[in-house]
């Protein structure tokens, strides 16, 4: 698999944009680039996914680099709500299923 | 909508003793079904995972085994615990035959072996 870093942990204050790094450099041509979050004690939520280009949804945006490198996913407005541990994953989808394996991610504070 | 159920939340049990947990899920069909475990302080790690009724895979060696019995049902099960057991562990739901679709978790059961 495809290996990711992450900064083990960020701050960000209540109401501006958390930025989320994360370096994928060996990521294959077919490998997508998915984030979950997890808050303490549930399991881990979904957030955004993408291959090559920008993506925007209602919780958050991707952004990838043209060479896919690296990635970055924004939280435009964060709040408390977005405390949580921020997994960023490279997927490799074979034999029929995602084998994925989570590091250790992000623990992304916000503060009041 | 797809849910998925996963019991019980929280789990103690005695070293040695056997273990099973349930884990469902509703609004699709042949779902691909996986199990995860994350140890405290530490990552998600790939258990099982399984591409149909009675098809398991093992992505590492242990103590656990996992079955399928119905199409969105899939079992952990242990004959006998160990302490290393303990641990949250997660299961999970991803669409079959789409490079691209993203894991769905449950919220997880916490065992504690003592």
């Known amino acids: 698999d495809a290996k990711t870093t992450q900064p083990p942990s960020m701050d960000c204050a209540e109401g501006r944009a958390a930025n989320l790094p994360c370096n994928h450099s060996t990521i294959s041509g077919n490998e997508y680039v998915y984030w979950y979050r997890q808050i303490h004690s549930q399991g881990p939520q979904y957030i955004i996914h993408g291959l090559k280009n920008n993506e925007t949804n209602e919780m958050a945006s991707l952004i990838i680099t043209e060479d896919r490198k690296s990635s970055t996913l924004i939280l435009p407005h964060a709040t408390l709500r977005d405390t949580a541990v921020y997994y960023c994953?490279?997927?490799?989808?074979?034999?029929?299923?995602?084998?994925?394996?989570f590091g250790t991610g992000t623990k992304l504070q916000v503060i009041p | 909508s797809q849910t998925i159920h996963q019991w019980p939340a929280t789990l103690v049990q005695p070293v040695g003793s056997p273990l099973s947990l349930e884990c469902t899920v509703e609004g699709t069909s042949n779902p691909n079904l996986y199990w995860y475990r994350q140890a405290a302080g530490r990552g998600l790690q790939l258990l099982f995972y399984?591409?149909?009724?009675?098809?398991i895979s093992s992505e590492v060696p242990q103590n656990l085994s996992a079955s399928r019995p119905q199409d969105r049902q899939f079992i952990l099960s242990s004959k006998k615990l160990l302490l290393s057991d303990s641990g949250f562990y997660l299961c999970a739901w991803s669409v079959p035959g789409r490079p691209n679709s993203p894991l769905h978790f449950g919220n997880g059961t916490r065992l504690t072996v003592t």
């Open positions: 994953i490279v997927s490799n989808y074979s034999g029929g299923y995602q084998k994925v394996t």
């Open positions: 399984s591409v149909g009724i009675g098809q």
